[in-house]
């Protein structure tokens, strides 16, 4: 009987440890309004150099706030958007941006052929692994190991993260291994190669 109780007791405490703050999507929609000039009133992103965050998973979306608030991911016009932000802010944002709907976004046709090579197969000989192995088939990432969706993002973008990656430019928490992992892949993607797979993510649709 006693057992039964410490196990219902530390059953309790670490649901209560993984949701101490949960997102409030209508909240968020009121605070959005700050991010639409950049990211679109629903996620949609009208410039491609910046990332549609519309339909992202919520727990990598309030990591990415927490990171630039902390100044552990260095972004020059994100930083005083975050500044104010409460950790209820940021939940309520991530909460709202993931339950929009992205937009759907075509591949260039000359990109797909070597975007996909590279997204499906990676380049074993030079140590580039596929991009699916983390990020999933569809691009759909993974949101308990931290990874985003990909599916579906501006190419424009998603080749600047990759130029970053390849120079070296992560967050500077010494702790995130996905940044890492991610500088590890990059340093060995050519220019077209990276302009390629940025490209074919773009027209990927992510499985529900």
């Given at each position: 009987m006693q057992q039964n109780t410490i196990k219902l007791l530390l059953t309790a405490f670490l649901f209560l440890s993984f949701n101490v703050i949960a997102g409030d999507a209508d909240q968020g929609k009121t605070l959005?309004?700050?991010?639409?000039?950049?990211?679109?009133?629903d996620g949609n992103s009208s410039n491609p150099v910046w990332p549609s965050l519309a339909g992202q998973h919520e727990a990598y979306l309030a990591r990415q706030l927490k990171l630039f608030k902390k100044g552990e991911r260095v972004d020059p016009m994100m930083a005083p958007m975050v500044a104010g932000l409460s950790e209820q802010n940021i939940e309520d944002l991530a909460a709202y941006f993931s339950s929009q709907e992205l937009k759907l976004k075509a591949a260039s046709p000359d990109s797909v052929e070597l975007g996909q090579k590279i997204y499906q197969g990676g380049d074993k000989a030079r140590n580039i692994p596929a991009c699916m192995s983390c990020h999933g088939p569809t691009g759909k990432g993974n949101p308990i190991s931290g990874y985003p969706i990909l599916a579906g993002q501006h190419a424009d973008y998603t080749a600047k993260q990759l130029h970053d990656f390849k120079g070296g430019k992560t967050v500077t928490n010494k702790d995130d291994v996905n940044g890492q992992i991610m500088a590890d892949v990059a340093r060995y993607l050519t220019e077209e190669e990276i302009v390629a797979v940025s490209s074919y993510l773009q027209g990927l649709k992510s499985a529900e």
């Open positions: 959005a309004g700050t991010c639409a000039a950049c990211h679109g009133m």
